[in-house]
C-alpha cells in the first residue's frame, strides 16, 4: 500500500529564525533544570529519576537584544542499544544536528565518569562548538571540582549551579558572543493546537504525521510521553503550534510522581490551548476515559476536535454508521467537529489541521450588538421565556463581551429565573445563526439592577 504524503508543512517563519543552541549530556545531571533557568519558566518537567525527558522540548529567550533558541533533550546513555535509550538518543542526535551551539552538562559532585568521555567523543564528532557546563556547583569547594572537565578537551568548562541560578548569564553572555543571533522582535500569539486523549491512542503518532518528521518518540507502551511538547509550523500560510501531551486519566487512575506531574502539564497545556484535539482509539471505540477526556476540554473553553485514530484497522466499519455511533455518545457537545484519521498511514491530516484552523476562526468570531439583539429577540418572541416561581423573567438585551471563547452577556430582569432548558435553547439559536462550529460559547445571565 503507498503510504500518502505528510500534509505540506514547515517551520514556522514569519520571524528570524533564532541560534537554536542543544543541551545535553548523560541522565540525571541536570539538563532540563538548566533548560526551565535559561528560558525563566518551569517548561521542562524535571525529576530526581533519569530518563524524566525523552523528548526534544523548545524555548526562546531574549538576552541582550538577542534571540535565542534552547533545546532540551533526554539522557545520553552510549551503551544503549534498543528500548527507549536508542529512541531518546536519536531525538538528542536531531537536536545536535540542528544546532549551532551545544552545551554539554555535567555533574561536578560526581566528576568525570566513564559516560561523560564516551559522550564527549559522540560530540566531538559533530563538529560544532561546544561549552561544557559543570552543574551543581553549590560552594567554593564545587567550583575547585570543576577544573577537572578541562580533561574533556572543550576548554575551560563553566560553573553553574541550576538550583541556585549562577552561572546562567555568563553561558548566555558567551552564547551571545559567539553565535550570530536574530534581533529581538516582538512575539506574535499563535494559535495553539493541544492533542490530547488517553494513554496509548497514538497522539505521539499523530504530532509525527501531522508534521512529516519524528518530532517526539512513539512506543506501543502507554506513558511513553511525558511533557508536553510544543512544535511550531506552518499550514496554509498559517502558523501554528502543536503540542504533544501525556496520556490523561482520571485521577483515581493516575499514579503518583512522574505521572502524576505528566497528567498536571497536560492539563496545564490543555488550558492553554485554543484548540483541543481529543484523539481516541477508532478500533476500541469511545470509552468512558474518552469521555472524560472530553469533558476536561470542554471546561477548559478550547475549541474541540474529536479525532478516531487508527482508522486504517477499521476495514469492515461502514464510515457513516461508526459517525453516528460516535455522535450519539458526544450529545452532550453536539457542537464538537468529529474526523477520522489513520496516524499510521497518514491519512486525514489535512482535513484535521484545516477544521483547526476553521475553529480558530471561530474563536475570534465578533457579533455586532444590533443584530445580535434583532436575533435574540425574534428567537424569544417565537419561544417565549417560561414562568419560573409564578415570576415572568424578562430578557433586556445580550451583547458579546469578548472573544477565545465567545462570550455572551444576557442582561435580565432576574437572572435566577432563567432555566438552564431555556439557556440551552438560546444557545443553539446562536449556533444556529452564527455557526461556531467546534467553538464552546460561554453565555453569562446577569440580573438588572433595581432602582431605588
Same mark, same amino acid.
Given at each position: %500500500?503507498?503510504?500518502?504524503?505528510?500534509?505540506?508543512?514547515? =517551520?514556522?517563519?514569519?520571524?528570524?529564525?533564532?541560534?537554536?543552541?542543544?543541551?545535553?549530556?548523560? @541522565?540525571?545531571?541536570?539538563?532540563?533544570?538548566?533548560?526551565?533557568?535559561?528560558?525563566?519558566?518551569?517548561?521542562?518537567? *524535571?525529576?530526581?529519576?533519569?530518563?524524566?525527558?525523552?523528548?526534544?522540548?523548545?524555548?526562546?529567550?531574549?538576552?541582550?537584544?538577542?534571540?535565542?533558541?534552547?533545546?532540551?533533550?533526554?539522557?545520553? $546513555?552510549?551503551?544503549?542499544?534498543?528500548?527507549?535509550?536508542?529512541?531518546?538518543?536519536?531525538?538528542?542526535?536531531?537536536?545536535?544536528?540542528?544546532?549551532?551551539?551545544? #552545551?554539554?552538562?555535567?555533574?561536578?559532585?560526581?566528576?568525570?565518569?566513564?559516560? $561523560?568521555?564516551?559522550?564527549?567523543?559522540?560530540?566531538?564528532?559533530?563538529?560544532?562548538?561546544?561549552?561544557?557546563?559543570?552543574?551543581?556547583?553549590?560552594?567554593?569547594?564545587?567550583?575547585?571540582?570543576? *577544573?577537572?572537565?578541562?580533561?574533556?578537551?572543550?576548554?575551560?568548562?563553566?560553573?553553574?549551579?541550576?538550583?541556585?541560578?549562577?552561572?546562567? =548569564?555568563?553561558?548566555?553572555?558567551?552564547?551571545?558572543?559567539?553565535?550570530?543571533?536574530?534581533?529581538?522582535?516582538?512575539?506574535?500569539?499563535?494559535?495553539?493546537?493541544?492533542?490530547?486523549?488517553?494513554?496509548?491512542?497514538?497522539?505521539?503518532?499523530?504530532?509525527?504525521?501531522?508534521?512529516?518528521?519524528?518530532? *517526539?518518540?512513539?512506543? @506501543?507502551?502507554?506513558?511513553?510521553?511525558?511533557?508536553?511538547?510544543?512544535?511550531?509550523?506552518?499550514?496554509?500560510?498559517?502558523?501554528?503550534?502543536?503540542? $504533544?501531551?501525556?496520556?490523561?486519566?482520571?485521577?483515581?487512575?493516575?499514579?503518583?510522581?512522574?505521572?502524576?506531574?505528566?497528567?498536571?502539564?497536560?492539563?496545564?497545556? #490543555?488550558?492553554?490551548?485554543?484548540?483541543?484535539?481529543?484523539?481516541?482509539?477508532?478500533?476500541?471505540?469511545?470509552?468512558?476515559? $474518552?469521555? !472524560?477526556?472530553?469533558?476536561?476540554?470542554?471546561?477548559?473553553?478550547?475549541?474541540?476536535?474529536?479525532?478516531?485514530?487508527?482508522?486504517?484497522? %477499521?476495514?469492515? %466499519?461502514?464510515?457513516?454508521?461508526?459517525?453516528?455511533?460516535?455522535?450519539?455518545?458526544?450529545?452532550?457537545?453536539?457542537?464538537?467537529?468529529?474526523?477520522?484519521?489513520?496516524?499510521?498511514?497518514?491519512?486525514?491530516?489535512?482535513?484535521?489541521?484545516?477544521?483547526? #484552523?476553521?475553529?480558530?476562526?471561530? /474563536?475570534?468570531?465578533?457579533?455586532?450588538?444590533?443584530?445580535?439583539?434583532?436575533?435574540?429577540?425574534?428567537?424569544?418572541?417565537?419561544?417565549?421565556?417560561?414562568?419560573?416561581?409564578?415570576?415572568?423573567? +424578562?430578557?433586556?438585551?445580550?451583547?458579546?463581551?469578548?472573544?477565545?471563547? @465567545?462570550?455572551?452577556?444576557?442582561?435580565?430582569?432576574?437572572?435566577?429565573?432563567? !432555566?438552564? =432548558?431555556?439557556?440551552?435553547?438560546?444557545?443553539? *439559536?446562536?449556533?444556529? !445563526?452564527?455557526?461556531?462550529?467546534?467553538?464552546?460559547?460561554?453565555?453569562?445571565? /446577569?440580573?438588572?439592577?433595581?432602582? +431605588?
Amino acid at each position: %500500500m503507498t503510504v500518502p504524503s505528510p500534509p505540506t508543512t514547515k =517551520s514556522a517563519s514569519a520571524r528570524p529564525t533564532p541560534a537554536v543552541i542543544a543541551i545535553v549530556g548523560r @541522565p540525571n545531571v541536570g539538563k532540563s533544570a538548566l533548560f526551565n533557568r535559561f528560558v525563566g519558566k518551569r517548561q521542562a518537567l *524535571v525529576e530526581e529519576i533519569a530518563g524524566t525527558t525523552r523528548d526534544r522540548s523548545y524555548g526562546e529567550v531574549s538576552w541582550r537584544e538577542a534571540r535565542l533558541r534552547f533545546v532540551d533533550t533526554g539522557g545520553i $546513555d552510549p551503551r544503549a542499544e534498543e528500548g527507549y535509550p536508542e529512541l531518546i538518543r536519536g531525538q538528542v542526535e536531531q537536536a545536535v544536528a540542528e544546532a549551532a551551539l551545544l #552545551l554539554f552538562v555535567v555533574d561536578a559532585r560526581d566528576g568525570i565518569v566513564p559516560a $561523560d568521555e564516551e559522550i564527549a567523543d559522540l560530540l566531538r564528532r559533530a563538529g560544532k562548538p561546544i561549552f561544557v557546563l559543570a552543574n551543581k556547583v553549590d560552594n567554593e569547594s564545587r567550583r575547585q571540582d570543576a *577544573v577537572q572537565f578541562f580533561e574533556l578537551g572543550f576548554g575551560e568548562p563553566i560553573a553553574v549551579s541550576a538550583q541556585h541560578a549562577s552561572g546562567i =548569564s555568563e553561558v548566555l553572555d558567551r552564547a551571545v558572543e559567539l553565535l550570530p543571533t536574530s534581533p529581538e522582535q516582538p512575539l506574535i500569539a499563535t494559535p495553539r493546537v493541544a492533542i490530547v486523549g488517553r494513554p496509548n491512542v497514538g497522539k505521539s503518532m499523530l504530532v509525527n504525521a501531522i508534521l512529516g518528521e519524528d518530532r *517526539v518518540i512513539v512506543s @506501543p507502551v502507554a506513558g511513553t510521553t511525558r511533557d508536553a511538547i510544543d512544535t511550531s509550523f506552518e499550514f496554509r500560510d498559517r502558523t501554528l503550534v502543536l503540542v $504533544d501531551t501525556a496520556g490523561l486519566r482520571r485521577p483515581g487512575k493516575v499514579g503518583a510522581g512522574l505521572e502524576h506531574h505528566a497528567a498536571l502539564r497536560a492539563r496545564h497545556a #490543555l488550558d492553554r490551548a485554543d484548540v483541543a484535539v481529543v484523539v481516541f482509539d477508532a478500533k476500541e471505540g469511545m470509552t468512558a476515559q $474518552d469521555i !472524560h477526556v472530553l469533558g476536561l476540554a470542554i471546561r477548559s473553553r478550547t475549541a474541540l476536535i474529536v479525532a478516531a485514530n487508527k482508522w486504517d484497522l %477499521m476495514a469492515d %466499519m461502514p464510515r457513516t454508521e461508526f459517525e453516528q455511533d460516535v455522535r450519539r455518545r458526544l450529545r452532550f457537545a453536539p457542537w464538537a467537529i468529529f474526523t477520522i484519521v489513520s496516524a499510521r498511514e497518514r491519512v486525514g491530516m489535512v482535513p484535521l489541521l484545516e477544521a483547526a #484552523l476553521a475553529a480558530c476562526d471561530e /474563536r475570534e468570531k465578533r457579533i455586532e450588538t444590533g443584530p445580535l439583539n434583532a436575533v435574540i429577540r425574534r428567537a424569544v418572541a417565537e419561544r417565549p421565556m417560561p414562568l419560573v416561581r409564578n415570576q415572568q423573567p +424578562k430578557l433586556l438585551y445580550v451583547t458579546q463581551a469578548s472573544v477565545s471563547p @465567545p462570550t455572551f452577556i444576557f442582561f435580565v430582569n432576574d437572572a435566577s429565573l432563567v !432555566h438552564f =432548558s431555556y439557556r440551552r435553547y438560546l444557545e443553539n *439559536v446562536l449556533r444556529q !445563526h452564527y455557526g461556531f462550529e467546534g467553538v464552546g460559547l460561554k453565555l453569562n445571565y /446577569r440580573s438588572r439592577k433595581k432602582q +431605588k
